[in-house]
């Protein structure tokens, strides 16, 4: 331990934020730009995968439910690295640290697009999780300690739309991609952007002193029960609704797991003097409330982003490239709004600007919450349109929110901490979700089971006109009866997952409403004014 006070200066130097009045070079600007470029490819390659899962799955040989894990490898990964990326900023710097994981990104990202079969492909993504995940705190740590706080709100408007836009446009871009070249090209695509932040990176920022030392004062022990805890959890929230929950002893030991690795994390950053990320600012009042609201976006952000694509591939049967179509319309009015309300945020209590956007976000989930079988692009558009103003007010805010009153040297953490709990958040949200949607859906056909029977009229005319239909296209009575009665089958299930995603868009848009409730214990909050660096 004696050396980590011998070091901590110059570790945390990077983190010192600039004075409020400075000018800020076009240097420094290239480096924020570049990191909210990573970010943006980062939280892309979360979602990137759905709209192609069934072409790399038979690619692969490889099954719906084995296909999970392509997704669920790389959230583990991600969420593991996460906490660790302060840490490891100290180490190696932040020049060093961001140019090394984007080359080993860029790489993994490869590697997947020549997976051979499926396990290579899940090790693939587990390692592209590793080294991408870090790409997300980084781009809000590069706002918090390169940028004037008069300059903040931007940056922090430009981190807001990485992390709306990105759930969003994953499915388009994937579909598009795929359609047009071929799944491998998903992978591909992050060698683009992925160059353009190296060479950001490389040309804004100045290299800084190694601190390998520091790894071997590491809290390895904390580091060790926090990748079992958070690993743990994200698996049982990945898989239990596959699994059928606690029915399974997978589940179970992934479950005890998670809350082994969880406590264990929690004590051992208590008792320890340096931890790799201060746990201690959960006990600030507003950085809790901020966390509570990430977590609760993350579950309405990557919740719709799963509940829309599903419902318009299932019952309207739109190919990807049409989902694509109808999913942009959350994502590209957001980059015309986002200038708009970091402005206002530095004159109107964040709270009220939150308050909005949280109404106008879980308005539109209500909206779609009244879909039928014929609901699609025209119907949907208004929802899309009201969701993509909504969701900057949160997410801007909550980022300020989350930074008030943060020490320079805790922004590592800080921005570790909010952006690991909207992850686990969006897990949860689809975890919770896929349950609601199997559970909504067998409730919702044994009703109409009991008021679509053989002695109900409307039933009998039905299936009589069917038959008849069947009859007249050269089928044989029976054969033609029995196409009838698989027909009214077919119906009723439609029926019932269109109410099921009604039900789950319902239950999103109460999570959203209901977390008003608990932004008003945060204090009053304007865009960082001398913010982020000190306590107000």
């Keep these: 331990m004696a050396s980590t006070t011998h070091d901590t200066p110059a570790a945390l130097k990077p ?19 570049a990191g909210m470029l990573g970010a943006f490819m980062a939280v892309l390659d979360i979602q990137i995968t759905n709209s192609s899962l069934k072409d790399i799955l038979g690619t692969l040989s490889a099954t719906q439910e084995e296909g999970s894990w392509i997704a669920t490898a790389y959230l583990v990964a991600e969420i593991i690295i996460i906490p660790m990326t302060g840490l490891m900023t100290r180490v190696f710097g932040m020049r060093a640290y961001m140019i090394g994981t984007t080359s080993l990104f860029l790489l993994c990202s490869t590697l997947c ?8 492909m ?7 999780g590793f080294t991408g995940g870090a790409l997300i705190p980084m781009a809000m740590t590069l706002v918090m300690a390169k940028l004037p ?77 926090m990748a ?25 030991t992934f479950a005890a797991l998670a809350i082994i690795g969880l406590l264990g994390w929690a004590v051992t950053g208590a008792l320890r003097k ?24 993350g579950m309405g952000l990557y919740g719709s982003s799963f509940l829309l694509p599903l419902y318009l591939g299932q019952i309207a049967g739109y190919s990807p490239m049409q989902i694509g179509e109808v999913i942009m319309w959350a994502g590209l009015p957001q980059l015309f709004i986002m200038p708009f309300v970091a402005k206002l945020s530095s004159k109107v209590d964040n709270r009220i600007l939150c308050t909005f956007g949280l109404l106008l976000f879980g308005g539109s989930c209500f909206m779609n919450a009244y879909m039928d079988a014929t609901t699609g692009y025209d119907q949907l558009l208004l929802s899309q349109i009201v969701r993509a103003l909504g969701q900057p007010f949160v997410m801007l805010t909550l980022s300020n929110f989350a930074m008030n009153g943060i020490q320079p040297k805790d922004m590592p953490s800080a921005s570790s901490l909010i952006n690991m709990t909207r992850n686990l958040g969006g897990s949860i949200g689809i975890a919770l979700l896929a349950t609601a949607l199997t559970s909504r859906e067998h409730f919702h056909s044994q009703r109409l089971g009991e ?10 005319e039905r299936l009589a006109a069917l038959t008849q239909s069947f009859l007249s296209r050269g089928f044989d009575s029976a054969t033609a009866g029995d196409m009838a009665l698989k027909a009214i089958d077919g119906i009723v299930r439609r029926e019932a997952y269109v109410m099921a995603y009604n039900d789950g868009f319902f239950l999103v848009g109460a ?11 945060s204090d009053k909050v304007k865009a960082p004014s001398g913010g982020g660096g000190g306590a107000h």
Excluded: H
């Design 113 to 120: 697009g020549f997976a051979w079969n499926l396990p290579s």
């Design 451 to 460: 008021s679509v029977t053989g002695f109900a009229a409307a039933t009998q």
């Design 149 to 225: 706080a008069t300059k903040r709100a931007t940056g922090m408007a430009i981190f807001g739309l990485t992390a709306t836009l990105a759930p969003s446009m994953g499915p388009t871009f994937g579909g598009y991609l795929s359609e047009l070249y071929g799944w491998p090209s998903i992978f591909y695509i992050n060698w683009g952007p992925g160059l353009l932040l190296i060479a950001g990176i490389a040309l804004g920022l100045d290299k800084e002193k190694r601190q390998l030392n520091l790894l071997y004062n590491a809290d390895w022990l904390g580091i060790a029960f």
């Design 122 to 128: 899940i090790v693939f993504r587990m390692m592209q």
């Design 15 to 33: 983190f010192a934020p600039p004075a409020p009045g400075e000018k800020v070079s076009a240097r420094t600007w290239m480096a924020v730009a």
């Design 228 to 252: 079992v805890g958070l690993g743990s959890l994200t698996i049982f929230l990945e898989e239990g609704n596959s699994k059928d929950w606690f029915e399974s002893s997978f589940i179970i």
């Design 274 to 297: 340096q931890p790799f990320v201060n746990l201690g600012l959960y006990g600030q009042r507003n950085f809790f409330a901020a966390t509570a609201l990430s977590m609760a976006m």
């Design 511 to 521: 999570v959203l409403f209901g977390c008003i409730g608990v932004l008003w214990f």
